[in-house]
Nanobody
């Protein structure tokens, strides 16, 4: 599976951005999809994940209520809608695909994902 993330950019605090991640290769709907982010000098951290059908999502506490993950299996694309952005949301955002057999959608660690996109930079100015 190849993943291509896009949609990053510069936005003022309080603004919104929508990231997209387009997948090619094996059946997209087979994978749990996740979003992670990595700020300069910090480790990559979990943002959120979505089940194979798109019916269930799970978020990190830091973004809960502000970010929304969705997916369109017909378009092989997963989205991350980010609202009420804060300067601390500044990071490179990565999408990832996981073939975990776990039933829970709370797939939060990097080692549980098999494929990664190249990342897209989000900068939130104060």
């Amino acid at each position: 599976v190849q993943l291509q993330a896009s949609g990053g950019g510069l936005v003022q605090a309080g603004g919104s951005l929508r990231l997209s991640c387009a997948a090619s290769g094996r059946a997209f709907s087979y994978y749990v999809m996740g979003w992670f982010r990595q700020a300069p000098g910090k480790e990559r951290e979990f943002v959120g994940s979505i089940s194979r059908s798109g019916g269930t999502t799970y978020y990190a506490d830091s973004v809960k209520g502000r970010f929304t993950i969705s997916r369109d299996n017909a378009k092989n694309t997963v989205y991350l809608q980010m609202n009420s952005l804060k300067p601390e949301d500044t990071a490179v955002y990565y999408c990832a695909a996981g073939s975990t057999l776990r039933s829970s959608v709370a797939v939060t660690t990097t080692r549980e994902y098999d494929y990664w996109g190249q990342g897209t930079l989000v900068t939130v100015s104060s």
